[in-house]
Structure formats: C-alpha cells, structure tokens
C-alpha cells in the first residue's frame, strides 16, 4: 500500500514540474546568456575568414506595361504578330460610337418614304366586288351584283347610274358576252372619271408657301400635317409646323410630337386664342428662317358651322399676307364617313376654295368609292390617301393603280 502511494506522489510531481520546466527552457534567453559576438576583422584574436562569393542577383526582365484587352481603336494599324493590343481611348470611342447612332437615327428619320402598294391595302373595298367578278356570264344578277356592289362603295346613286347606262350600251355596241370583257370596260370608265385632274402638290420655289389643312374634327387633319411634314423634310424642304387648332384639347401637344420627329419648327399659340395669329406668326418664322413650307392646322368645330367656316375664311385671308404664299388649301376626309364626306366637301368648298382633298383610312373601309363621288360630282381632285398608320403610309393618289387594286380578280 505505501509503495503505490509514493508512485502516485511521484507521478504527480513528474507531471507538475515537467510543464514548468519546459516553460522555463522555453523562455528568451537575456544578453547575459547569448553567446558572444565575435570580434571584428583585424581585431587581435580574430581570424580571418575567406569571403563568402554571392550568386548574382536574378533579375525578371523588364516587360513594357500592359494594355487592358480589348479591340484596337478605329484607325489604329495593327501591330507585329505577338505584341500586346494598343491601349484604348475611351473618350475617342465613344463619340464614334455615338456619331455613328445619331447618323443611323437621322437617315431612319428622314429617309425616302416607302410607298405602299394599294392591292394591298384595298382588301376591304375590293370584298364588296368579289360577286361580281367571280361571275362568268352576263346576266341580269350579273347587273344586280354591279349596282348593289357600287352603291354599297360609296359611288353614288347618280354616278351608279351614269356607270351602268355606259356598260349597258358598250355591251351591245361591241357585242361583249364574257364577264372579263365586262370588267375591262368597266375599268376604262372608272379610271375616264378620275383621269382628269391635276393631283400635284403645289410648291414654288422662293417662296413661303403656306398649305393649309381643313375638316371636321375626326379626320385625321393633325396626323396628316405631321405624315405630309415627314415626306417633305425628306424631300429636303425646311418645314414649319402651325397648330392652329386652339379650341382642341391636346392638338398643339399632338402637333408637337410631331414636329419634334420631323425636326420642323412649331408655332403654338394659347389654348382657345386665335388662329389666325397663330398661322401669321408661323409664315413670319419661315420666313425669317429661309423655311419654303409653313403646314397650318385648323380648328374643326366651333360652337356653330357659321362660326366655323367664318373662322376659316379669316385664317385664309391671313396666310395670304405677304410673305406668306398660299399655294394649297387640302380638306381631309375620313373615307369611312362615305356620304357625309362628300356633304362635308361641299361646305368646306364653298368658304374656303379647296384646292385638292386628302382621303384618309381608306385601308380600313369598303366605302372606297366616294373618292369617285368627290371627284366627278364636286370637281375637287383627290391628291393624296392614307393607307395605314405608320408616316409612310400616305401616298399619292394614282387613278389607274386604285381602280385596278378595286376591281382585282
């Protein structure tokens, strides 16, 4: 028994002092227990130790800095096979980069319209024919479809009438039998009636002309101004731009959107002022500016048509006053309205001398036959038409094209 108690005493000594022992051994050592330094060369007791040769130092080759990767600047001639890429001028490739856009963006803007073909555009109006000319005898159902097809476009009672009376007679004076013959000569009269008729935008050099646009609200008169000043800035003509439509919410902002894709000047006036103020101040802006085309927008509805058309004969007179030039005074007509366009054509005649009309959404209606009615009954040639939404879309009006996209097989 006791010997197991003194060998637990001493393990636990061991234990206790081994951990302070390797502490101690542990511990820096003071200047007292370093070991001295050995004496300077050429000092007595010194001995003389050969130097030591060092290996030269290896140094990296020297490299030129390197350039961040990225596509040489535009110009810049290509370096040798292996060499690094140039550095990059931000700044220089970025206005090339932005000349670049801005360039794209003004041809987009003002480049050539692109005209539109009227077979397809017609699709609507050539449906109300397709009766008649899947037929293929001349019979009595053959004449019902042909009336009843051109009353239904527009044409008009009187028109239809005088259309018939001539096929019937050229049917027995040339003996036609085939339906194909029968839509021939119907295709020569349609396009006799439309033939005559001056169709060109008037516009005389040196000048400030003026082009007036009137109508009923509705019609598309403020789209129209800003379609017409898209083709003539693209035609290389300097536009301004009048919204002299101040009694129609939103007519100058409409205007103003507008003129700001053109690239055309706009005159505005306050809301409910004068129009005629508006259209002097316009003419006299062009003409400071050495602009050849003022566009002026009209109202369309005040309280009554006697103030209206008043209102009209006043912004006339106005835009004639040198320097301005009135060379056109365009009614826009909403094709879908058939008839009561050709009423609205004779009012707006009689106050205003219209000298040409613009027929508007004519891709979107069958009543494609009142730009017969207002040609041969009012005697006011059909100059231009809409055949869509997009700027491109109003073209000039060709007889010869809209009668054959009207009666296509």
């Known amino acids: 028994m006791t010997v197991i108690l003194l060998v637990i005493v001493a393990v636990a000594l061991v234990l206790i002092v081994a951990p302070l022992a390797y502490t101690r051994l542990r511990r820096p050592r003071g200047p007292e227990l370093e070991p001295p330094a050995p004496p300077p060369a050429g000092?007595?007791?010194?001995?003389?130790?050969?130097?030591?040769?060092?290996?030269?130092?290896?140094?990296?080759?020297?490299?030129?800095?390197?350039?961040?990767?990225?596509?040489?600047?535009?110009?810049?001639?290509?370096?040798?096979?292996?060499?690094?890429?140039?550095?990059?001028?931000?700044?220089?490739?970025?206005?090339?980069?932005?000349?670049?856009?801005?360039a794209e963006e003004e041809a987009q803007r003002l480049a050539p319209p692109v005209r539109p073909r009227f077979r397809d555009r017609l699709t609507k109006a050539r449906a109300l024919?397709?009766?008649?000319?899947?037929?293929?005898?001349?019979?009595?159902?053959?004449?019902?479809?042909?009336?009843?097809?051109?009353i239904r476009a527009d044409v008009g009672v009187r028109l239809t009438g005088e259309v018939l009376d001539d096929l019937r007679g050229r049917v027995k004076a040339q003996g036609i039998t085939t339906s194909g013959e029968l839509v021939d000569g119907l295709k020569a009269d349609l396009k006799a009636a439309l033939a005559s008729a001056d169709r060109s935008l008037r516009l005389d050099p040196g000048?400030?002309?003026?082009?007036?646009?009137?109508?009923?609200?509705?019609?598309?008169?403020?789209?129209?101004?800003?379609?017409?000043?898209?083709?003539?800035?693209?035609a290389g003509h300097r536009v301004v731009m009048a919204a002299g439509d101040t009694f129609r919410a939103a007519a100058a902002e409409q205007l103003a959107l507008w003129s700001t894709r053109v690239g055309a000047d706009l005159v505005r006036g306050a809301e409910g002022g004068d129009p005629g103020a508006v259209i002097f101040d316009a003419v006299q802006r062009a003409a400071s500016r050495g602009a050849d085309l003022v566009l002026g927008d009209t109202a369309?509805?005040?309280?009554?048509?006697?103030?209206?058309?008043?209102?009209?004969?006043?912004?006339?007179r106005v835009a004639e006053r040198p320097p301005g030039h009135l060379t056109e005074?365009?009614?826009?007509?909403?094709?879908?309205?058939?008839?009561?366009?050709?009423?609205?054509?004779?009012?707006?005649?009689?106050?205003?001398?219209?000298?040409?009309?613009?027929?508007?959404?004519?891709?979107?209606?069958?009543?494609?036959?009142?730009?017969?009615?207002?040609?041969?009954?009012?005697?006011?040639?059909?100059?231009?038409?809409g055949l869509g939404e997009t700027a491109d879309d109003l073209t000039e009006f060709d007889p010869d094209e809209f009668v054959e996209a009207l009666l296509a097989v």
């Open 43 to 102: 000092a007595p007791g010194a001995r003389a130790r050969p130097p030591r040769a060092r290996p030269p130092a290896r140094r990296p080759p020297t490299r030129p800095p390197s350039a961040p990767p990225g596509p040489r600047p535009p110009g810049a001639p290509p370096g040798p096979p292996g060499a690094p890429p140039a550095p990059i001028d931000l700044d220089t490739e970025a206005e090339a980069l932005l000349e670049e856009v801005e």
């Open 129 to 150: 024919f397709a009766g008649f000319l899947s037929r293929t005898t001349i019979d009595q159902d053959t004449w019902d479809e042909l009336e009843e097809a051109l």
């Open 207 to 234: 000048e400030t002309n003026v082009w007036l646009f009137v109508g009923v609200n509705g019609v598309g008169k403020t789209t129209t101004i800003g379609k017409v000043g898209y083709r003539e800035a693209a």
């Open 300 to 316: 369309g509805r005040l309280h009554t048509k006697v103030n209206l058309m008043e209102e009209l004969k006043k912004v006339r």
């Open 329 to 385: 005074v365009l009614l826009v007509i909403d094709a879908t309205t058939g008839q009561n366009g050709l009423t609205q054509a004779k009012q707006f005649a009689e106050a205003v001398e219209v000298t040409g009309v613009v027929l508007t959404k004519l891709d979107g209606t069958a009543k494609g036959g009142i730009a017969l009615a207002i040609q041969t009954e009012l005697g006011i040639p059909i100059k231009l038409v």
